[in-house]
């Protein structure tokens, strides 16, 4: 009997060692019994607005998918435009858009916060966007997010139009097109990460509380007489939100705030970052046009260069980081990701 013994305790052993190192995937305990607590299996879904796919809208996709999913659903959209308002609801966790490329594969519409809603009442920023996702472990790749409407005069009301609203946990964009004018993209709450990714605006064009990275990505202004980039509305300094640009390029047309604080302790970081010579004097903005905001939002720069580089560190707001406090900000783990982002991804 002792090999047979033996050999359960080296079972323990294995299933002990579980539960200490790979609790994302496997859950285990000392009575060997296991519980899988991640997606299983694989469904491909195709989208085709010609007919050659399963189906022609991509929200006819999105339904298919049962409540409470827990399948890795990748829907593969082919090129297109696909001119239809889309969500994905909480219930259906684990979905990956899949287009033809940035260029190829593009959703939109056109819905401004100043329009009347289903039930008569303004829609209001939020519910403007093109595409929104409030689902858990959502992707997406070589595919844009438009809203068409009209670009706003700065003061204009009701004119806020988002594209894209990414309201669920771990998120992940690799090669993604984001275009609108005021408030094109709404990185409204929850940890992601966008790589290699184009965002185009004017106003506030990326806005809200995530706790998000923005790595070698494009960030172009259409600005008029002057607009901002991002708006990021952390509230309380116990707070583990903010955005994080890491080796990005922002061009385009200014004058331009590079960030303005959207809540009390607002967090916005660049570093390794190009500015073309478009940031307005100062390069930072408390929102208030007060000083309520001064003393505790953290707008960090940290070796950034360019033509307007010279702007964002001048300001009254800014602080020039050392690596010391900037290395947080730089790796994938200011958003936990290498609990959820593969290493390739990353």
Not at 81 to 103: C, H
Not at 266 to 274: D, F, G, H, K, W
Not at 298 to 317: E, S
Request: charge should be positive; glycine fraction near 10%; charged fraction near 15%.
């Amino acid at each position: 009997m002792a090999p047979l013994f033996i050999s359960l305790q080296m079972l323990l052993l294995i299933f002990t060692y579980c539960t200490l190192h790979n609790a994302t995937t496997i859950t285990c305990t000392s009575t060997t019994s296991s519980k899988w607590i991640g997606p299983i299996g694989h469904r491909v879904i195709t989208v085709d607005i010609n007919g050659g796919g399963h189906f022609r809208s991509v929200q006819a996709s999105v339904n298919s998918v049962p409540a409470n999913n827990r399948m890795n659903v990748l829907i593969q959209i082919s090129a297109g435009y696909y001119i239809e308002k889309v969500v994905v609801p909480e219930t259906k966790p684990y979905i990956t858009f899949e287009g033809a490329g940035r260029d190829g594969t593009v959703i939109e519409w056109h819905d401004r916060a100043g329009d009347p809603g289903p039930n008569g009442q303004q829609l209001r920023t939020y519910r403007t966007a093109s595409v929104t996702v409030f689902a858990d472990y959502f992707s997406a790749r070589n595919i844009s997010f438009k809203n068409t409407a009209p670009a706003p005069m700065p003061g204009m009301e009701g004119w806020q139009a988002a594209a894209f609203r990414i309201s669920g946990d771990k998120a992940y964009f690799s090669g993604c097109g984001f275009y609108g004018a005021q408030d094109t993209l709404c990185d409204d709450s929850g940890r992601h990460y966008f790589k290699e990714c184009y965002i185009e605006g004017s106003i506030d064009f990326i806005f809200g509380n995530g706790r998000s990275m923005y790595k070698d990505c494009e960030v172009h202004s259409i600005a008029t007489r002057f607009g901002s980039i991002a708006a990021q509305a952390r509230q309380y300094p116990n707070e583990n939100t903010g955005f994080a640009f890491v080796r990005c390029k922002v061009t385009g047309t200014g004058p331009i705030y590079v960030g303005r604080a959207m809540g009390q302790y607002s967090r916005i970081v660049y570093a390794y970052t190009y500015f073309d010579n478009i940031v307005a004097h100062g390069g930072w903005d408390d929102w208030t046009n007060g000083n309520s905001n001064n003393k505790t939002v953290f707008f960090g720069v940290y070796k950034c260069w360019g033509p307007g580089a010279v702007a964002i560190r001048r300001g009254p707001l800014a602080q020039e980081l050392d690596f010391e406090s900037a290395h947080r900000f730089l790796v994938k783990s200011f958003v936990n990701g290498r609990h959820w982002i593969a290493p390739y991804d990353a």
